[in-house]
């Protein structure tokens, strides 16, 4: 075989594998039908609260889920710095894809608690609960809370793997206002679906 005839071979393997891979992308199983966010490229959908919305993130944390801003006569730059979660100071969702080949979920929550222990040194960890997603997948959920800060915080994290990818839906909110959110968010993570 001439070296021409072998780099065409190895062209034509190439490209019929990656069309190949691209068929192989799971597809969303029968609960993500209907969710109002179905990302079949990142393995998860679910609902959002009434009167809140979602935008799409570059990284880890693929989506951001917050309340509607009420509309205001301003200009366009300084409504969306008014939109930042930082600025509103109240709750805000996020969802969080990470890939981790056949990581099981208790690593999983080890790992994710370090790491917003990481970002916020105060933070003090529940136990991990068991619980199941809306496909029946298991799960866990662990509150975060930062009893010592200014601004004392709560997070709330529903967290689940699969083969090949760990997912988290975090709930954050100030304190005193975590009951009301949990309240809000209870739909999205009880239609919380990962594939």
Not at 6 to 17: G, I, K, P, Q, S
Not at 29 to 52: M, S, T, Y
Not at 98 to 105: F, P, S, T, Y
Not at 156 to 184: I, S, V
Request: aromatic letters at 6%; proline letters at 7%; glycine letters at 6%.
């Amino acid at each position: 075989m001439t070296l021409k005839a072998t780099r065409h071979a190895l062209a034509c393997m190439t490209a019929c594998l990656a069309v190949v891979a691209a068929g192989c992308e799971a597809k969303p199983p029968p609960q993500a039908a209907g969710r109002d966010v179905v990302r079949p490229a990142l393995g998860f959908a679910l609902d959002v609260p009434e009167g809140w919305t979602w935008r799409d993130l570059g990284g880890d944390v693929a989506l951001e889920i917050i309340e509607q801003a009420p509309a205001k006569a301003e200009t366009p730059a300084a409504a969306q710095k008014e939109d930042r979660p930082e600025k509103r100071g109240g709750p805000v969702a996020h969802v969080v894809v990470v890939d981790r080949e056949g990581m099981a979920l208790d690593a999983w929550v080890a790992q994710a608690v370090k790491d917003s222990q990481e970002f916020q040194a105060d933070l003090e960890a529940t136990p991990p609960e068991k619980t199941r997603l809306a496909d029946g997948r298991e799960a866990l959920v662990v509150t975060l809370k930062n009893p010592h800060g200014l601004r004392p915080l709560l997070q709330k994290m529903l967290l689940a793997t699969t083969g090949h990818r760990a997912y988290a839906l975090m709930l954050t909110a100030p304190e005193q206002q975590m009951a009301a959110a949990g309240k809000t968010f209870k739909k999205s993570f009880d239609t919380f679906v990962v594939w």
